[in-house]
């Protein structure tokens, strides 16, 4: 069975870093685009960044476009997120989402498999 663990949530001040780590287990991970999604308390579940199954392609929302940077490890089924100079309006349950490779949209709805999520707080 397919599991997925997130892990490397925290408070942080603003301004300062965060990394994301997230582990897939029971699928074959390079055959999977890998995805970091957010929802933040009363709203939408959204795309922040995604990655394809060999690394070749990103896409990164707007919102975190030059602060955030995306990236897996194959040999280690892993995924990244690496979170600089982050702002309060970061502040949000992050999840970690796996689809077939074929699959290539950043869309929540797309992805099948998910985490538990992490909580990344950003103060002010």
């Known amino acids: 069975q397919v599991q997925v663990v997130e892990s490397g949530g925290g408070l942080v001040q603003a301004g300062g870093s965060l990394r994301l780590s997230c582990t897939a287990s029971?699928?074959?991970?390079?055959?999977?685009?890998m995805g970091w999604f957010r929802q933040a308390p009363g709203k939408e579940r959204e795309g922040v960044s995604c990655?394809?199954?060999?690394?070749?392609?990103?896409y990164y929302a707007d919102s975190v476009k030059g602060r955030f940077t995306i990236s897996r490890d194959n040999a280690k089924n892993t995924l990244y997120l690496q979170m600089n100079s982050l702002k309060p309006e970061d502040t949000a349950m992050y999840y970690c989402?796996?689809?077939?490779?074929?699959?290539?949209?950043?869309?929540?709805?797309?992805?099948?498999?998910w985490g538990q999520g992490t909580q990344v707080t950003v103060s002010s």
């Open positions: 989402a796996a689809v077939r490779w074929v699959v290539t949209t950043c869309r929540p709805a797309d992805f099948g498999f």
């Open positions: 029971g699928l074959t991970f390079d055959d999977y685009n």
């Open positions: 990655i394809s199954w060999n690394g070749g392609s990103t």
